[in-house]
């Protein structure tokens, strides 16, 4: 994706090194980043956060994988946040990319490297 991109809530497909691995949910809004994965008892996919430089897992019913993305979608970092967690901010992050625990590993998601997403025009 290009700098300056403006994103908006809805689907797209997160890729990694240009293959398709998964369907994610995209939260631009205040409210949807809001309600983020709250209430849920797992997720089928990812969810991607933006703008975002931190999150939290207090009211989660779930344990989730977090990656740290800077504007370019390159990762800063990716933790494991158990229910009831408040990750620290990243500074340079503008995005988070969330997930079921053990997601990000099984597809690729580590730190230094960049993902995609793209979405329906």
């Known amino acids: 994706m290009r700098r300056g991109r403006r994103w908006r809530d809805g689907t797209?497909?997160?890729?990694?090194d240009?293959?398709?691995v998964a369907e994610v949910e995209i939260a631009a809004t205040y409210r949807t980043r809001r309600r983020g994965l709250l209430g849920r008892d797992g997720i089928e996919g990812g969810m991607l956060l933006t703008p975002c430089g931190s999150v939290h897992s207090v009211g989660m019913r779930f344990t989730i994988d977090v990656?740290?993305?800077d504007r370019d979608l390159r990762v800063l970092s990716v933790r494991t946040m158990p229910p009831?967690?408040?990750g620290m901010p990243r500074p340079r992050a503008r995005h988070v990319l969330e997930a079921a625990a053990g997601a990000l590993a099984e597809w690729g998601v580590r730190r230094g490297g960049t993902v995609g997403i793209t979405v329906p025009s």
């Open 18 to 20: 240009g293959r398709p």
């Open 12 to 16: 797209g497909t997160l890729t990694i």
């Open 84 to 86: 009831g967690r408040v």
């Open 67 to 69: 990656a740290y993305l």
